[in-house]
T-cell receptor, first 109, second 114 residues
């Protein structure tokens, strides 16, 4: 079966750094996506990785290791507005996205 | 640009009734998707359409049907609603289905079946 694992919830302090991990087992791999979803809102695209390594976008970075079936999303200089759920999704051999349940990130002042 | 719109925003429906959730995009994207999102679970694909005139079944298609008569619209129909279909429904679209094609989501429809 196909499986995406992420921690259910994480807490971090404003101004700090947090790393959200994602491990996956899927039938094929055609890229990994990270989305942000604020409560009651739609998911919005954050990052895409298809090759091993780190992709940096401002305060957000995403890392991929295909051999380990592992990715992480790194958020720096945390702000209160970063309180949201972060969804990991893998595009499988059928080019469909398989989604993790998401990690709820709570930012404390 | 509106992007993707969904209607209604929310709905309470009696079990056994039928309902159509509407989805319209103005980005001329080829591919469109319907997902449901339930607490503690990831987004689950109900149906998809890679291009106008074609549709396919996702992970959880039972009890739902779709049509794609044109590029912009992708309605989802529940023929006879059951309480287990209580969920938040998201419509999404992408330019294509490969490479870096990113899915963009509508605001969602919150459906309660009683």
């Amino acid at each position: 079966g196909q499986n995406i694992d992420q921690p259910t919830e994480m807490t971090a302090t404003e101004g700090a750094i947090v790393q959200i991990n994602c491990t996956y087992q899927t039938s094929g791999f055609n890229g990994l996506f990270w989305y942000q979803q604020h409560a009651g809102e739609a998911p919005t695209f954050l990052s895409y990785n298809v090759l091993d390594g780190l992709e940096e976008k401002g305060r957000f970075s995403s890392f991929l290791s295909r051999s380990k079936g592992y990715s992480y999303l790194l958020l720096k200089e945390l702000q209160m507005k970063d309180s949201a759920s972060y969804l990991c999704a893998v595009r499988d051999s059928n080019y469909q996205l398989i989604w993790g349940a998401g990690t709820k990130l709570i930012i404390k002042p | 640009t509106a992007g993707i719109t969904q209607a209604p925003t929310s709905q309470i429906l009696a079990a056994g009734r039928s309902m159509t959730l509407r989805c319209t995009q103005d980005m001329r994207h080829n591919a469109m998707y319907w997902y449901r999102q339930d607490l503690g679970l990831g987004l689950r694909l109900i149906h998809y359409s890679n291009t106008a005139g074609t549709t396919g079944k996702g992970e959880v298609p039972d009890g739902y049907s779709v049509s794609r008569a044109n590029t912009d619209d992708f309605p989802l129909t529940l023929a006879s609603a059951v309480p287990s279909q209580t969920s938040v429904y998201f419509c999404a679209s992408s330019e294509g289905t490969s490479g870096t094609d990113t899915q963009y989501f509508g605001p969602g429809t919150r459906l309660t079946v009683l």
